[in-house]
């Protein structure tokens, strides 16, 4: 028995050891961490509470307190109902930003997503981007559930299909049932034609039988139709411009802008914008600009950046950093460089495609406004219209990051747009395809003396942990340790002893 608590309490002992020793690296970590809390004037505190304060109550405390108390205080003129009308709009538009749009230039799923399966035996698209499109399809095309033509039901079902296959026996069963399905037409033009010609020929078709159908007396057309004679209108002009007949696309997009312009939630004008700088007809394309480039108008990537194109193209064939660091930049200079910050504010993702930093893959079908699928999408069309102007990639690589001496902080605030939404990655990841590297803005980096405590709080108890199971060894390798360390400290003072006389140490000692 006295045995057996011996040994209990030796072992009571060494937990008590290895347990104090591991709380005393806890509390010297703890100690370092509140030295530089105190050092830091408040802004780990504000951070850490400002974080709680959104993930408990979902809105930030200082835009609550400001909008809510403060503002009423100051101004005057705002009750109570308004304060929460400003914090609705904040979060209204927040969620704009954050909201996923069409791709107004996405690629035919047959004629180039799957030659690009066939050649890479990769997808390109992700399951989620195409059910995006089959719910944008259903909503944009089908009526309402009560009135359903037989062969639109069958077309609901088809969209709705994961496999391609299905959805295109399902097409043909379509127009068995109607030779006059527009809608079966387009699907087989989007997902079956192998070719642009191709596809360009089921569109033309489709085109024809919804138009026949919207004149028949025995039925009313409706805003699906329309839409959809819209949807095919615009397809074929994007089959002109990728067949070479550029100004034929140009007509049929101005066209279809004047005929349904209501319809700028499509934004045909980015498609138009994109010809047109094919055809290198700037001032046409600042012509359209000027309509569109407006600060009640939602902006986009082609927007901005081809704002920035047309003064950088200005400028850029004389442009030198060497000369402008000499003399200055002259105002039209300034105004190029302000335009590139201003277009890498709103998606800073951009440039490292356009310098062709990163590769570059097919644009997903949805792509989320100042996100890395926006900046595929715009670098994937207009890179060649920036290589074609002379110098201009040299003016982006000169100026591009210094957008970010601007906004220091890009998701607190913002400096021409709102602050940088944080929700771009999580969608991002989920358009685009996992073999590409999804671009991250800010970089999300922990600090360095978060890092330090970490590590200093590991070693430590590793160290605990070994001297509680070796503490012999440990023991031995401490004094192997500090003999070491001290030894260049000794070898110093033997040479001091050595040249300097015994009376000197020995006055030195008395004083």
């Known amino acids: ?105 996405n690629l035919f799923r047959g004629a180039e997503y799957s030659r690009y399966t066939w050649v890479m035996g990769k997808e390109p698209l992700t399951y989620y981007d195409m059910n995006l499109s089959a719910q944008d399809h259903q909503t944009f095309f089908l009526g309402d559930t009560q009135q359903l033509r037989p062969e639109d039901s069958v077309m609901q079902k088809a969209w709705r299909e994961r496999n391609p296959q299905a959805r295109i026996q399902a097409a043909y069963q379509a127009i068995e049932m109607n030779r006059e399905c527009a809608a079966a037409y387009v699907l087989l033009a989007e997902e079956e034609a192998t070719t642009i010609t191709e596809a360009e020929r089921l569109f033309k078709q489709a085109l024809k039988s919804g138009m026949e159908l919207s004149h028949s007396h025995t039925y009313i057309a409706t805003g ?36 349904f312009p209501l319809l700028g939630m499509l934004n045909i004008h980015e498609n138009l ?3 047109l700088l094919e055809l290198q007809a700037y001032a046409d394309v600042q012509a359209v600009l000027a309509k569109y480039d407006d600060i009640s108008l939602p902006k986009s990537a082609t927007i901005c950046y081809t704002s920035a194109l047309l003064k950088a193209r200005a400028v850029s064939d004389k442009f030198s950093p060497e000369a402008a660091s000499r003399r200055g930049l002259s105002t039209a200079e300034m105004n190029a460089v302000e335009a590139i910050h201003r277009a890498v504010e709103f998606n800073p993702h951009v440039p490292k495609y356009l310098l062709e930093m990163k590769s ?53 605030k913002g400096h021409l747009f709102y602050p940088y939404p944080g929700c771009t ?55 192997a340790f500090f003999s070491t360390l001290f030894a260049p400290l000794g070898f110093f003072a033997d040479k001091m002893e050595s040249f300097m006389p015994s009376c000197l140490w020995h006055q030195l000692a008395n004083v």
């Not at 699906?224 to 949807?231: E, F, P, S």
């Not at 644009?363 to 207009?382: Q, T």
């Open 1 to 105: 028995m006295t045995c057996l608590m011996t040994v209990g309490c030796g072992k009571l002992k060494s937990w008590l050891c290895w347990s104090w020793t591991y709380i005393c690296a806890l509390w010297f970590a703890m100690v370092l961490t509140m030295v530089y809390v105190l050092r830091s004037p408040l802004k780990l505190q504000e951070t850490i509470f400002e974080w709680w304060y959104f993930r408990k109550y979902g809105t930030s405390f200082i835009e609550q307190v400001s909008v809510s108390h403060l503002r009423p205080l100051l101004g005057g003129v705002e009750n109570s109902s308004s304060a929460v009308n400003g914090i609705c709009s904040y979060y209204f538009i927040f969620l704009s930003e954050c909201k996923v749009w069409r791709n107004p230039l």
């Open 224 to 259: 699906k139709d329309t839409n959809l004679v819209v949807y095919i209108k615009r397809r074929l002009a994007m089959c002109a411009r990728k067949l070479g007949r550029i100004k034929e696309a140009v007509k049929m997009m101005r066209d279809l802008m004047k005929e």
């Open 273 to 275: 914008l994109e010809a």
């Open 360 to 412: 570059l893959i097919l644009p997903p079908e949805h792509i989320l406004k100042r996100g890395d699928s926006e900046a595929v999408a715009y670098a994937f069309f207009h890179l060649q219209h920036w290589k074609r102007a002379e110098g201009a990639l040299n003016l982006l690589h000169c100026t591009w990051e210094g957008t970010f001496r601007i906004i220091p902080y890009p998701l607190e």
């Open 425 to 479: 990655e999580t969608a991002d990841r989920e358009l685009l395809p996992s073999f590409h590297e999804v671009s991250v803005y800010p970089k999300k980096e922990l600090p360095f003396f978060i890092l330090f405590t970490a590590g200093l709080c590991s070693f430590c108890a590793m160290l605990a942990m070994l001297t509680h199971q070796f503490p012999e060894l440990m023991g031995v390798f401490v004094k």
